[in-house]
């Protein structure tokens, strides 16, 4: 198994090297760097490279979503997961539009955390089930309100269970949980994650999850 590479930035110290600490512990991990704010996550990342960065999203001198829309454009390679303690839907969408490939929280197990960055490196990326909940809460009262209905361009490009599944999507489930809430196979989601992506001109979920967002899917 690669060893994947590990940068951390927080503005708590405290933080940051317990991170890192437990990190280090965790098999296939190796952390090669910690920044105390967002401009020196962007230099360590343009110097050493790495796989996965984790960031915060508040920091001082620049915050973390705007140092995840530098290190974007910049290394594309590069996986950004935020790790914070704010859950608001704001930072949520801002920091997917940025570039982030995953939202957790800072109360997550040590191991899940290691998991949730060797997945990132994986291309699947990860949300914390708070995070998932809230953005499905969301959808469930603005589509029960009658307030949102996909536009009339999305049904024409979509199947209506392809739409099912990139509502799911966007909520942050993964293919399993999909599969299980529709009663299919993972390989009959991977088939319509496969084509929904196609269709709609879309690089990965997270771009998906923001189309839905932004078309009135969630």
Request: negative net charge; contains cysteine; hydrophobic residues 45%.
């Amino acid at each position: 198994m690669k060893e994947v590479t590990v940068l951390i930035a927080d503005d708590q110290r405290l933080v940051r090297e317990g991170i890192a600490s437990l990190l280090s512990i965790q098999e296939g991990i190796k952390v090669i760097g910690v920044a105390e704010n967002g401009q020196e996550a962007i230099q360590l990342a343009l110097e050493l490279s790495p796989d996965v960065i984790l960031m915060d999203v508040r920091m001082p001198v620049l915050d973390g979503i705007a140092a995840t829309e530098q290190v974007r454009s910049q290394l594309q390679n590069c996986h950004v997961l935020m790790l914070t303690t704010f859950d608001d839907e704001e930072y949520i969408i801002k920091a997917m539009r940025a570039g982030a490939e995953g939202y957790l929280l800072k109360d997550i197990p040590a191991g899940d955390l290691a998991q949730a960055v060797r997945l990132a490196q994986a291309g699947i990326y990860p949300f914390s089930p708070a995070v998932a909940g809230k953005l499905a809460e969301k959808a469930g009262q603005e589509m029960g309100s009658g307030q949102v209905k996909p536009s009339p361009a999305i049904a024409a490009d979509l199947t209506e269970r392809e739409i099912e599944v990139l509502r799911w999507l966007a909520k942050g489930a993964t293919n399993r949980e999909i599969a299980e809430q529709l009663c299919v196979s993972e390989g009959t989601v991977k088939n319509h994650v496969s084509n929904i992506l196609g269709r709609l001109g879309l690089r990965d979920r997270v771009q998906a999850a923001l189309y839905a967002h932004d078309h009135g899917i969630i």
